[in-house]
């Protein structure tokens, strides 16, 4: 069992940056891929950006390739999301997601076991 609680969320003008964070409580944070997806109101949840278990990996949905980092500290079981040069189309809850996996990186939410509650983001023009 693991559980995801994200933070560092907020109200953000266009252009500037927001870090998020997932702790992550449970057993073998290591052995788990991580990603972050995010939901706008009225739309489907979507990929950001997922990690792989070592963190040796990562990928991106094209609208955030360039602008958004993820990486993540295994000792300290969390999992990050650099966001720069936000734009007012980032607003969304964005979630935080565990699969249990050695070597993978996930883009679709089916394939995640456990989800945080999110956090909000706002981006204002």
């Known amino acids: 069992q693991v559980q995801l609680v994200e933070s560092g969320g907020g109200l953000s003008q266009a252009g500037g940056p927001l870090r998020l964070s997932c702790a992550a409580s449970?057993?073998?944070?290591?052995?788990?891929?991580m990603g972050w997806f995010r939901q706008a109101p009225g739309k489907e949840r979507n990929f950001v950006a997922g990690?792989?278990?070592?963190?040796?990996?990562?990928y991106y949905a094209d609208s955030v390739k360039g602008r958004f980092t993820i990486s993540r500290d295994n000792a300290k079981n969390t999992v990050y999301l650099q966001m720069n040069s936000l734009k007012p189309e980032d607003t969304a809850v964005y979630y935080c997601?565990?699969?249990?996996?050695?070597?993978?990186?996930?883009?679709?939410?089916?394939?995640?076991?456990?989800w945080g509650q999110g956090t909000q983001v706002t981006v204002s023009s």
């Open positions: 997601a565990a699969k249990f996996s050695s070597y993978g990186i996930y883009t679709t939410g089916s394939d995640y076991d456990y």
């Open positions: 990690i792989n278990s070592s963190g040796s990996g990562t």
């Open positions: 449970g057993r073998a944070f290591s052995s788990y891929a």
